[in-house]
């Protein structure tokens, strides 16, 4: 799923998983390269009018997120929260799970 340049995650079918309604307020933090978005009534961002989620600057600059930069959004409806998966940290787990495979040794 892409971003586009304010922030915004521009993935309708992400945003329907949560079932988030406009002015939702939100907390977004960052857990160990990830960013976690989850519903909470003290939080200070909010879901936009027309239903999307913007992720702050600041949070963009803790992942090194640039405009248009493709992420992977996990939607956990137990939970009720969303995960952003960042590329270099999505970089990392592919590759601790092909050396987990391949022993260290990448042919």
Request: aromatic share 4%; charged share 25%.
């Amino acid at each position: 799923m892409t971003r586009d340049s304010r922030g915004r995650i521009a993935d309708r079918t992400a945003m329907s998983e949560p079932q988030w309604v406009s002015g939702l307020p939100l907390n977004i933090r960052e857990r160990r390269g990830l960013i976690v978005v989850s519903a909470d009534k003290q939080g200070v961002f909010k879901v936009t009018k027309e239903g999307y989620v913007r992720l702050p600057a600041v949070v963009r600059q803790w992942c090194r997120l640039a405009a248009g930069d493709r992420v992977l959004i996990v939607a956990e409806s137990a939970s009720n929260r969303l995960v952003v998966h960042p590329p270099a940290r999505l970089d990392e787990m592919i590759g601790q799970a092909h050396d987990l495979v391949f022993g260290g040794e990448h042919e």
